[in-house]
């Protein structure tokens, strides 16, 4: 069985890496206001301030006008309510694109 602890740090190398191909460019984010870990570990302790900036590039990657649109009231995450209402919109378009995927693959 292999040793969480390294798969945990190879998991991470694989998402750094393919964010970087994705387009993503660290250098350039705002991120002056707080020191946020971003690299490949990232994820190896709960790290809220990544997950917003990650779940960002991503999805604004996939759909940048459904993006503006589906967040215009919730980013930036400044208080609780934005960080309540983030969540709650990232949960709804992560399950229908499960939904959608189920889907296909069942045709």
Same mark, same amino acid.
């Given at each position: 069985?292999? #040793?969480?602890?390294?798969?945990?740090? +190879?998991?991470?190398? $694989?998402?750094?890496?393919?964010? *970087?191909?994705?387009? /993503?460019? %660290?250098?350039?984010?705002?991120?002056?206001?707080?020191?946020?870990?971003?690299?490949? #570990?990232?994820?190896?302790?709960?790290? +809220?301030?990544?997950? $917003?900036?990650?779940?960002?590039? *991503?999805?604004?990657? /996939?759909? %940048?006008?459904?993006?503006?649109?589906?967040?215009?009231?919730?980013?930036?995450?400044?208080?609780?309510?934005?960080?309540?209402?983030?969540?709650?919109?990232?949960?709804?378009?992560?399950?229908?694109?499960?939904?959608?995927?189920?889907?296909?693959?069942?045709?």
């Amino acid at each position: 069985m292999a #040793n969480p602890v390294l798969l945990q740090k +190879k998991s991470g190398k $694989y998402l750094w890496f393919a964010l *970087l191909g994705l387009g /993503l460019q %660290p250098d350039k984010l705002n991120l002056t206001a707080k020191r946020i870990n971003l690299g490949p #570990n990232m994820f190896d302790k709960p790290n +809220k301030d990544a997950f $917003y900036i990650v779940t960002h590039f *991503l999805l604004e990657r /996939l759909s %940048p006008t459904r993006f503006n649109e589906a967040y215009r009231h919730c980013w930036p995450v400044l208080c609780h309510k934005a960080d309540a209402e983030f969540r709650k919109v990232t949960c709804a378009w992560l399950r229908e694109i499960m939904v959608r995927n189920c889907k296909l693959s069942l045709e």
